[in-house]
């Protein structure tokens, strides 16, 4: 069993920064792979990042490739997600999520956080 739960979201202007956090509590942290994904008001949720429990492999969505980065320390049982260079059309709720085996399907993910918004503004 994982809890997740997320921080970091904010408003912030187009071109800006942000950086997301996920803290899972557990012992197991490390066996899970993680993945990040949002949803906007009326559409579904997409995959936008996801990293494996050793942080060897990443992978991303297009829209977001260059200027986002996953990353973990497992030590601190926590991922992020650093987003540079925001975009209006980044704005929505964004979710940590983890699952026994890197993939970036949404259906394959285990464990879900309650979700942070996120605004861009432009």
């Known amino acids: 069993q994982v809890q997740l739960v997320e921080s970091g979201g904010g408003l912030v202007q187009a071109g800006g920064s942000l950086r997301l956090s996920c803290a899972a509590s557990?012992?197991?942290?490390?066996?899970?792979?993680m993945g990040w994904f949002r949803q906007a008001p009326g559409k579904e949720r997409d995959f936008v990042a996801a990293?494996?429990?050793?942080?060897?492999?990443?992978s991303y969505a297009d829209s977001v490739k260059g200027r986002f980065t996953i990353s973990r320390d497992n030590a601190k049982n926590t991922v992020y997600l650093q987003m540079n260079s925001l975009k209006p059309e980044d704005t929505a709720v964004y979710y940590c999520?983890?699952?026994?085996?890197?993939?970036?399907?949404?259906?394959?993910?285990?464990?879900w956080g309650q979700g942070t918004q996120v605004t861009v503004s432009s």
């Open positions: 999520a983890a699952t026994t085996r890197f993939t970036t399907r949404t259906k394959s993910y285990d464990y």
């Open positions: 557990g012992r197991t942290f490390s066996s899970y792979a």
């Open positions: 990293i494996s429990w050793g942080g060897g492999s990443t």
